[in-house]
Every structure is written in structure tokens, then in C-alpha cells.
């Protein structure tokens, strides 16, 4: 019987964002790509270093104790330019980190992400901001991790996942009339639509399977109240009052549900996040993180008006 990967949350994950390659990237952009082969050929039993997407991608995993070993509720696949040989050295690293990726793409030189799809991924991370844009363009789900401040406190056990809402959760067309007008149109036309649902937008799905892990984890505390759920999304956004109504009614309308719900209203995010300190911040818009990196793992989403 083949692998089925339809019911589990897929993710997937460039090389450049689980680690730490910018020595590697030195050697390749001064030298080439000789150069670069020996130094990875001698490198290859030294452990590369964790990179802005590591811890986020190590805690995701560790709630595969949520279900039986050979059914696991996540994956994550690697996919890497380099070739297999080359890629030796990440696939040691991974098993030294002792993160359960078995499953890799290697493709020399090429973009991975026209194999989202065949993979079921609800996610591609990579720092290669060309493959993030053209995957984008494709309609599948990607995002730019940025170099961004991150730490991991191994006392801490929950996963903390944070959104921005337009452009991200949701399509572009509500923050389209705040670009083309401005804020007082856009909350006259959110409360014109207010229980008119949103179209999803590029990590709608991610955010949807990560909501059925804690559904899963809602049963586990019923079965066993002593449990604490480790899994917790927010959504931080510049909407306030009264467009949060639209925006919690799409919700809904998808059977999503979220634990925190930070409605801003121009304030800046960095303030929130830097207490909320989620594992890993999503946001389509540049000018929210720049301040966001300084203090947690953003990622850029290039989707909709504010990247064209």
C-alpha cells in the first residue's frame, strides 16, 4: 500500500530554512560550485546549525506522539536545490538533530516547489525568495523566511503559531480597497459584507490542517483533563473594530476556530509579538516585518496588492 499524505498536515522545507547555511552560501557565491562540492564532501559529518524555521519545524513534529507511530499527523519533507550528494550533508544534519524527516527532493540546481502538489504540501518555507514568489504565482502555499531573531526554551512544550489575516489567511480583496481608498472605505465595505465569508487565501489550508491537530488534541484533554494542549494559533492583525466582525464570521463560516485574536488597529506588531512570542509569524506585508524579525521567526508571504 502506498504512503497516503492526504490526511496529514504536509509541510515543506528548503535546506535554507532549517538552517544555518550562510558559510555554505559563501563558499558557493565566491568560489562556485566545485568549491562548493569539496567543501560540503568535507564538511559532511559536521552538523550544520539551526536556522530561523528549525524549532518551529522540530516542535511541529514532536505532536506526532499525538497519534501511532506509523500514522503519524505530521510530515515534512525536504526540498533542496542541491543534488543528492551535496544534500548528504543536511539529511546528517537532520538525523543529528534527531528531527523525524526521512522523506527528501533533490534537484540540482532547479526550483522544488512544482512538486507541492505531489507532496499534498499545505506549506513551503525556504529563504529563496524567487522560489517563494513563483510559487505564490502558481496558487500554491509558500512564504520567505526572513533572518530573524529566534531562540528556543526547551522548557516550553507548546507550539505557538501566529498569522497576520489579509493576504495570508484570506484572499486580497478587502485589503485591496484599503490600498486603492482608504480606512474608511474599507471598514464601510467590511461592514457592507460582514456576513459574506472571505475566499481563502494562501495558508488557509495550512491553517485549517493545523486546526484538525487540535481538534485532535481538544479529545485528548476531554479523555485526559491533566493534558495541557500544546498547539495554539493566534492571529495578529492592523483590523479593529468594526472590521474584526467579517474577519471572525469567515472563521467560523470554515469551522476554523483560533485561541487569540489580536485586532490592532495600526498598533505595531512587534509590541504584541515580542510577548505573545510565537514560533513562527506570518505576514504579507514587508513593512509589518521588519519590526516583527527583530524579536521572533517571521516568514514573508509575496501574495496579493501590497506585493505587486
Same mark, same amino acid.
Given at each position: 500500500?502506498? &504512503?497516503?499524505?492526504?490526511?496529514?498536515?504536509?509541510?515543506?522545507?528548503? =535546506?535554507?530554512?532549517?538552517?544555518?547555511?550562510?558559510?555554505?552560501?559563501?563558499?558557493?557565491?565566491?568560489?562556485?560550485?566545485?568549491?562548493?562540492?569539496? &567543501?560540503?564532501?568535507?564538511?559532511?559529518?559536521?552538523?550544520?546549525? *539551526?536556522?530561523?524555521?528549525?524549532?518551529?519545524?522540530?516542535?511541529?513534529?514532536?505532536?506526532?506522539?499525538? =497519534?501511532?507511530?506509523?500514522?503519524?499527523?505530521?510530515?515534512?519533507?525536504?526540498?533542496?536545490?542541491?543534488?543528492?550528494?551535496?544534500? +548528504?550533508?543536511?539529511?546528517?544534519?537532520?538525523? %543529528?538533530?534527531?528531527?523525524?524527516?526521512?522523506?527528501?527532493?533533490?534537484?540540482?540546481?532547479? =526550483?522544488?516547489?512544482?512538486?507541492? *502538489?505531489?507532496?499534498?504540501?499545505?506549506?513551503?518555507?525556504?529563504?529563496?525568495?524567487?522560489?517563494?514568489?513563483? !510559487?505564490?504565482? +502558481?496558487?500554491? *502555499?509558500?512564504?520567505?523566511?526572513?533572518?530573524?531573531?529566534?531562540?528556543?526554551?526547551?522548557?516550553?512544550?507548546?507550539?505557538?503559531?501566529?498569522?497576520?489575516?489579509?493576504?495570508?489567511?484570506?484572499?486580497?480583496?478587502?485589503?485591496?480597497?484599503?490600498?486603492?481608498?482608504?480606512?474608511?472605505?474599507?471598514?464601510?465595505?467590511?461592514?457592507?459584507?460582514?456576513?459574506?465569508?472571505?475566499? *481563502?487565501?494562501?495558508?488557509?489550508?495550512?491553517?485549517?490542517?493545523?486546526?484538525?491537530?487540535?481538534?485532535?488534541?481538544?479529545?485528548?484533554?476531554? #479523555?485526559?483533563? #491533566? &493534558?495541557?494542549?500544546?498547539?495554539?494559533?493566534?492571529?495578529?492583525?492592523?483590523?479593529? #473594530?468594526?472590521? %474584526?466582525?467579517?474577519?471572525?464570521?469567515?472563521?467560523?463560516?470554515?469551522?476554523?476556530?483560533?485561541?487569540?485574536?489580536?485586532?490592532?488597529?495600526?498598533?505595531?506588531?512587534?509590541?504584541?509579538?515580542?510577548?505573545?512570542?510565537?514560533?513562527?509569524?506570518?505576514?504579507?506585508? !514587508?513593512? %509589518?516585518?521588519?519590526? #516583527?524579525?527583530?524579536?521572533?521567526?517571521?516568514?514573508?508571504?509575496?501574495?496579493?496588492?501590497?506585493?505587486?
Amino acid at each position: 500500500m502506498p &504512503y497516503e499524505l492526504e490526511n496529514r498536515l504536509v509541510i515543506g522545507v528548503a =535546506s535554507s530554512a532549517m538552517f544555518d547555511l550562510g558559510e555554505s552560501d559563501a563558499i558557493f557565491r565566491e568560489h562556485g560550485e566545485e568549491e562548493y562540492r569539496r &567543501y560540503q564532501e568535507k564538511n559532511v559529518d559536521n552538523p550544520l546549525q *539551526p536556522g530561523v524555521a528549525f524549532h518551529f519545524v522540530r516542535r511541529l513534529l514532536s505532536l506526532n506522539d499525538l =497519534s501511532d507511530a506509523t500514522d503519524p499527523l505530521v510530515e515534512v519533507v525536504l526540498l533542496s536545490r542541491n543534488d543528492p550528494d551535496t544534500g +548528504l550533508r543536511v539529511m546528517k544534519s537532520i538525523a %543529528h538533530h534527531g528531527l523525524g524527516m526521512t522523506r527528501a527532493v533533490f534537484l540540482q540546481g532547479r =526550483s522544488p516547489y512544482r512538486y507541492i *502538489p505531489a507532496f499534498n504540501i499545505s506549506l513551503f518555507l525556504s529563504a529563496n525568495r524567487s522560489d517563494v514568489v513563483e !510559487a505564490i504565482g +502558481l496558487g500554491f *502555499p509558500a512564504g520567505v523566511v526572513l533572518d530573524s531573531k529566534f531562540d528556543d526554551d526547551p522548557q516550553d512544550q507548546e507550539v505557538r503559531i501566529a498569522f497576520d489575516f489579509d493576504g495570508v489567511i484570506v484572499d486580497d480583496e478587502s485589503e485591496s480597497v484599503m490600498q486603492g481608498k482608504d480606512l474608511a472605505a474599507f471598514h464601510e465595505h467590511e461592514a457592507k459584507n460582514v456576513m459574506r465569508p472571505h475566499n *481563502p487565501g494562501p495558508l488557509s489550508e495550512f491553517l485549517r490542517k493545523v486546526n484538525t491537530i487540535q481538534s485532535i488534541e481538544l479529545a485528548k484533554k476531554r #479523555a485526559e483533563p #491533566a &493534558y495541557s494542549p500544546r498547539l495554539r494559533v493566534s492571529i495578529v492583525t492592523a483590523r479593529n #473594530a468594526p472590521s %474584526h466582525e467579517r474577519a471572525l464570521n469567515t472563521l467560523k463560516s470554515w469551522g476554523v476556530m483560533v485561541n487569540d485574536g489580536f485586532f490592532l488597529g495600526g498598533v505595531e506588531k512587534r509590541r504584541v509579538l515580542q510577548v505573545l512570542r510565537p514560533h513562527i509569524f506570518f505576514d504579507d506585508q !514587508a513593512g %509589518h516585518l521588519s519590526g #516583527a524579525a527583530t524579536v521572533v521567526p517571521s516568514v514573508h508571504v509575496p501574495f496579493g496588492v501590497t506585493n505587486i
